[in-house]
């Protein structure tokens, strides 16, 4: 069984910083598509960024250039790190996964999901 864990959720002001942790148990990260999601109250839950099997990343247009997905393979762990925080930028953040070649954004392409970690930007 996969099992996906995140961390690093917070509250920060608009401009600054956080890094989002996802562990993963139960699969090697290198053999697993990963992205991360997030949903804000009442709106529908988005892809924000996507590493594949090749490493090959992806990025929602909203946080291109503010935003780094990376994965850490001694530690099985998928991080995003998020520059120059916006208001806009707040949810809840969720981690998922696919094996294989998953280069996609959309959460219909994922079946592996972790519980979430909530991220609070204030202007």
């Known amino acids: 069984e996969i099992l996906l864990m995140e961390s690093g959720g917070g509250s920060v002001k608009a401009g600054e910083s956080l890094t989002l942790s996802c562990v993963v148990s139960?699969?090697?990260?290198?053999?697993?598509?990963m992205t991360w999601f997030r949903q804000a109250p009442e709106k529908e839950r988005e892809g924000v960024a996507n590493?594949?099997?090749?490493?090959?990343?992806k990025y929602i247009d909203s946080v291109n250039g503010r935003f780094t997905v990376s994965k850490d393979g001694a530690k099985n762990t998928l991080n995003l790190q998020m520059n120059a925080l916006k208001p806009e930028d707040s949810g809840v953040y969720y981690c998922?996964?696919?094996?294989?070649?998953?280069?996609?954004?959309?959460?219909?392409?994922?079946?592996?999901w972790g519980q979430g970690t909530q991220v609070t930007v204030s202007s």
């Open positions: 139960g699969y090697p990260t290198s053999r697993l598509s």
């Open positions: 590493i594949d099997t090749f490493d090959s990343e």
């Open positions: 998922a996964a696919a094996p294989g070649w998953v280069p996609s954004l959309r959460p219909r392409d994922y079946s592996i």
